[in-house]
């Protein structure tokens, strides 16, 4: 029988990225799921000052209440004109949460007088797996630019405007393979893989 | 008859401020004018990425249009939670220049689930002299943290939501002597006394 790992997101996408990454690595034996598949359980707030100690926090309170492994993310995007920021506030940069339009505009207005030299970027994810007391951390770094204006309908997030280092199209321009292949989450996901397929033995 | 110096700004407030402080340390023969009270000349943008810069090339520009000695400064707040910005985005923060209001709820919202001790936050003034082909650049801050919401009705820019160590109002419920007292621009336009001294002998 597979061992259940909720994912602590109602994201399906989320979902499937980690299906897909596992199935690509040839690890059986886990069954994914998410939050809405087990039942509710208080979500503390996300007010940590780093992405390893929000997604640290999830898995522990996904652990705790259910007693299934756990796996949550953290991420978002540090803009270097911005000393790193939006950060940990990436989904609520514009003051309202998850306003992806309205995040977007507020960046572009922010970075309007800033030379392209000076317009570099990287996507961030931290993700944490808590299962039978151990913890791990992994971090995935996607570096690149921010553009002078929106690009492709693809993705979600800062996407649009996020132009990755070796190309000149942006991440929602990207086919989700290409974006699983090279996406912040989907390295952190990747790192996490040992301790993972270690769960399915 | 008195040197003239030049503020590069049309603010009356900061003349104003100048004029006080020169006064107050018996600093006398200079004669403070604004851009307004000399011939129109192009003004660069500022896309530096320290307040340094940003005074510093303001101050340049005065002094190579003008003949005059011109004192400039570049101000913000550095907020703990935000890496130190809106920094030298602090008036642009919403993405529209100078809009107080708008800026003011763009931080309270960014800031509504960081907590009170992480709340930290310093203004920082630099303000540059270049006469006589020196140049000076003096920096002053004042370290505070940012409430909860918005409170008194003078000054400008967040001083509404900046209440200074050892106090509990905002800047914006200070008498403009207390600021002049206080505040990271006078600091800084105090530490460039000696410099402003030495131009009126």
């Not at 693809?154 to 974006?179: I, N, R």
């Amino acid at each position: 029988m597979a061992r259940r790992v909720l994912v602590a997101s109602r994201n399906a996408k989320k979902l499937g990225e980690l299906r897909r990454i596992l199935a690509e690595a040839g690890v059986e034996g886990l069954e994914i799921v998410g939050l809405d598949e087990v039942p509710p359980y208080e979500e503390a707030p996300e007010t940590g000052a780093t992405f390893e100690e929000n997604a640290l926090a999830k898995a522990r309170d996904g652990a705790a209440a259910t007693g299934l492994a756990c796996v949550a993310d953290d991420s978002g995007i540090a803009v270097d004109a911005l000393n790193g920021m939006p950060g940990v506030l990436s989904a609520r940069w514009s003051g309202r949460h998850g306003d992806d339009p309205a995040n977007n505009d507020l960046l572009l207005g922010q970075l309007s007088d800033v030379p392209d030299e000076r317009r570099g970027a990287q996507f961030v994810s931290a993700c944490a797996l808590v299962a039978d007391g151990r913890e791990v951390v992994e971090i995935g770094e996607w570096p690149g630019h921010i553009a002078r204006k929106p690009a492709g309908d693809g993705g979600f997030g800062y996407d649009p405007l996020f132009v990755p280092d070796g190309g000149t199209v942006s991440a929602a321009e990207l086919t989700p393979a290409e974006k699983d292949a090279a996406s912040h989450r989907g390295r952190a996901l990747r790192a996490l893989l040992p301790a993972l397929a270690a769960l399915a033995e």
